[in-house]
């Protein structure tokens, strides 16, 4: 299996225990939802290892009143597999 998922949803806080979560199961990607977090950029900073990338974040506050966060993250890759020829001779072949 190449990917699997996961979701963790609390009433406790869970953006503090980010970093050992993203230890134990090093994830290739991840996002992090967050509600009413004031200073969401400034955490992410210090919470986050630095060899993830964000892609995109989001801060909007709803009609209701509450504030929503969101971050999206990736592990760049880093080794690449080496290239293979295709042999695309013949009737069959699929290009």
Known sequence: M???YISFESNIY??????????????K????????EQAFEQ???VLIPTQYVSKSRVCKKLDNG???????????QTVFAEPIMIDISGENHAL
């Open 2 to 4: 190449d990917s699997s």
């Open 14 to 27: 869970l953006l503090l225990l980010a970093p050992k979560l993203l230890e134990i199961l090093a994830p």
């Open 29 to 36: 990607s991840f996002d992090l939802m967050s509600f009413n």
């Open 43 to 45: 955490k992410l900073r």
């Open 66 to 76: 509450y504030l929503v966060n969101f971050a999206n993250y990736i592990l760049p």
